[in-house]
T-cell receptor, first 114, second 114 residues
């Protein structure tokens, strides 16, 4: 069975601080895909990144970066120099090969205080 | 940028009534999904749909639920006899080729059962 654990329920940081959101996953598949989605207060789900299990290269996109480590089954997300607009719930998700549904973690609520 | 659109944004319905939630997936996408998020909880998979039939469904998707693609653009979720516990945000998503491409989500329909 697939499982995603986001141990941090809520994080609060002061603007311009760096913050890392943790994601640990469980799967028996050798091919799988990891995702991060952002859910701002308005409620929509915004796709941030997709990573396949064969690509452990870290990725940076502006202030966002992702650290994928298969050895620890983790796919952590770091926001550098956080801003108030980063305040949202962030979900990590996992899917297996083929047309399998996304399995979401419980989310981490990030509050960035000015 | 093309997006998934959902209507209505908020639906209030009396318990026992039927409700239809509507979605227009991205036009060149082939896979369609419904997910549910009870307030404050994680996003849960309901059903996936491909080639005019259900590909996979979760335990939540029982006989009171049905999906349909009535024409070339719309994708609907029907709940036949709503219960209080059906109150949630319902998200439609679509993806190219298969679920291992990023699923793009609509803004959701907030369903409130009275």
């Amino acid at each position: 069975a697939q499982k995603v654990t986001q141990a941090q329920t809520e994080i609060s940081v002061v603007e311009k601080e760096d913050v890392t959101l943790d994601c640990v996953y469980e799967t028996r598949d050798t091919t799988y895909y990891l995702f991060w989605y952002k859910q701002p207060p308005s409620g929509e789900l915004v796709f941030l990144i997709r990573r396949n299990s064969f690509d452990e290269q870290n990725e940076i996109s502006g202030r966002y970066s992702w650290n994928f480590q298969k050895s620890t089954s983790s796919f952590n997300f770091t926001i550098t120099a956080s801003q108030v607009v980063d305040s949202a719930v962030y979900f990590c998700a996992l899917s297996g090969p083929g047309n399998t549904p996304l399995v979401f973690g419980k989310g981490t609520r990030l509050s960035v205080i000015a | 940028e093309p997006e998934v659109t959902q209507t209505p944004s908020h639906q209030v319905t009396q318990m026992g009534q039927e409700v239809i939630l509507r979605c227009v997936p991205i036009s060149n996408h082939l896979y369609f999904y419904w997910y549910r998020q009870i307030l404050g909880q994680k996003v849960e998979f309901l059903v996936s749909f491909y080639n005019n039939e259900i590909s996979e469904k979760s335990e939540i998707f029982d006989d009171q639920f049905s999906v349909e693609r009535p024409d070339g653009s719309n994708f609907t979720l029907k709940i036949r006899s709503t219960k209080l516990e059906d109150s949630a945000m319902y998200f439609c998503a679509s993806s190219e080729y298969d679920s291992n491409q990023p699923q793009h989500f609509g803004d959701g329909t907030r369903l409130s059962i009275l």
